[in-house]
């Protein structure tokens, strides 16, 4: 599953900035010091075409904040904060009417459907990113890597399968491409690079008893989470785990990307978008939920919540890291505060009991 935002920009006070003329023998020498990516030399400066650089442009209080489209490890301002928590106290004011929520969350598959009927597989933009950000993509590809299956869940239109397959050198390895979009299947089967060899696309539900289509317990290496859970109802977490945890081999791992709480997305909803606190339905009628750091924590490891009475769920966090970036709208100068959640997840080598 996959989704657009919502169009609209959230205005904050510019902090501008003087640059100080220094030797130029000394200049010339920090100048190689600092890579291509950091340098203020527009010669430099990154274009969409080139590869991501995440976490390495920093924005320090020297910096013009308007030089650059995005800064990295940016925490929102005190403007902001104020701003954010003012939405949200609306948006708790007006919250989406019963009759709605139960249309929602009844047949959430009808309206990812819909998304997928009214957007075809050119509007969503390959993931190219994600073997920079998560490592082990790059280890499995490797010729020698040997057998090896990756599960994909909420595959949506393809681009996270397809380019990890593009730079593949692996003849063993197998994608399982799994969405609980009818449509959404139906659009990575239709791809011209769409081969059953490598990749087989299936209608799942994460949050269903049954595991996926041709997988058995204990025969995935790697599970692929790149903003599904956010999509899921807060009741549906714990089957999804467990789902995800029987399909894992001993020591698999779960490599996870969703929405954070204070994202721009989450403050930008209007009334009549709040089902439940940081729970929100789209225009389109899909859902997304904005996750915090501890909260995370508890889900998957279960450790200080009162449901799982103590016991583990059987995962472990390897990391887990909250990717605040800033991005910049130079020619209105406009600053927007972005929020995610990234992390690999474990399975536990021993069963645990209960």
């Keep these: 599953m996959e989704s657009s935002q919502s169009n609209g920009e959230?205005?904050?006070?510019?902090?501008?900035?003087?640059?100080?003329?220094?030797?130029?023998?000394?200049?010339?020498?920090?100048?190689?010091?600092?890579?291509?990516?950091?340098?203020?030399?527009?010669?430099?400066?990154?274009?969409?075409?080139?590869?991501?650089?995440?976490?390495?442009?920093?924005?320090?209080q020297e910096d013009n904040v308007f030089e650059f489209n995005?800064?990295?490890?940016?925490?929102?301002?005190?403007?902001?904060?104020?701003?954010?928590?003012?939405?949200?106290?609306?948006?708790?004011?007006?919250?989406v009417s019963d009759f709605d929520k139960s249309r929602f969350n009844s047949d959430p598959a009808k309206w990812w459907n819909n998304f997928y009927k009214n957007n075809t597989a050119n509007f969503f933009?390959?993931?190219?990113?994600?073997?920079?950000?998560?490592?082990?993509?790059?280890?499995?590809?490797?010729?020698?890597?040997?057998p090896t299956?990756?599960?994909?869940?909420?595959?949506?239109?393809?681009?996270?399968?397809?380019?990890?397959?593009?730079?593949?050198?692996?003849?063993?390895?197998?994608?399982h491409a799994c969405d609980f979009s009818k449509k959404a299947v139906e659009v990575i089967r239709e791809n011209e690079a769409y081969d059953t060899k490598t990749i087989q696309a299936d209608v799942w539900d994460a949050a269903n008893?049954?595991?996926?289509?041709?997988?058995?317990?204990?025969?995935?290496?790697v599970v692929l989470m790149i903003f599904i859970f956010s999509a899921l109802s807060p009741s549906q977490w714990n089957q999804a785990m467990h789902n995800i945890y029987r399909v894992l081999k001993p020591g698999g791992e779960v490599l996870f990307r969703d929405y954070g709480r204070g994202d721009l997305a989450q403050v930008r909803f209007k009334k009549g978008r709040y089902l439940e606190e940081n729970f929100y339905i789209r225009g389109d009628g899909t859902r997304v939920y904005f996750f915090e750091k501890d909260e995370l924590i508890k889900i998957w490891t279960?450790?200080?919540?009162?449901?799982?009475?103590?016991?583990?769920?059987?995962?472990?966090?390897?990391?887990?890291?909250?990717?605040?970036?800033l991005l910049v709208n130079r020619a209105k100068q406009l600053k927007m505060y972005r929020c995610w959640m990234q992390g690999r997840f474990r399975k536990q080598e021993k069963p645990v009991p209960g």
């Design 302 to 325: 279960g450790k200080g919540t009162e449901d799982a009475g103590g016991s583990s769920t059987g995962f472990e966090i390897v990391n887990l890291g909250v990717d605040r970036r």
């Design 149 to 175: 299956t990756l599960l994909e869940v909420g595959a949506g239109a393809g681009n996270t399968a397809f380019p990890i397959l593009k730079h593949n050198q692996n003849p063993n390895l197998k994608i």
């Design 70 to 95: 995005a800064w990295d490890h940016v925490e929102t301002d005190d403007t902001y904060k104020e701003y954010a928590e003012l939405q949200y106290a609306k948006q708790r004011e007006a919250p």
């Design 209 to 221: 008893e049954t595991l996926p289509p041709g997988l058995q317990e204990g025969t995935v290496d």
């Design 10 to 60: 959230t205005a904050l006070v510019e902090t501008p900035s003087s640059l100080t003329a220094q030797d130029s023998s000394l200049a010339t020498d920090s100048q190689q010091q600092i890579p291509p990516h950091l340098s203020h030399d527009p010669e430099n400066s990154l274009k969409r075409s080139d590869p991501f650089q995440f976490g390495s442009r920093l924005l320090s």
């Design 125 to 146: 933009k390959d993931r190219k990113w994600l073997q920079q950000e998560f490592p082990i993509l790059s280890e499995i590809t490797k010729p020698d890597a040997g």
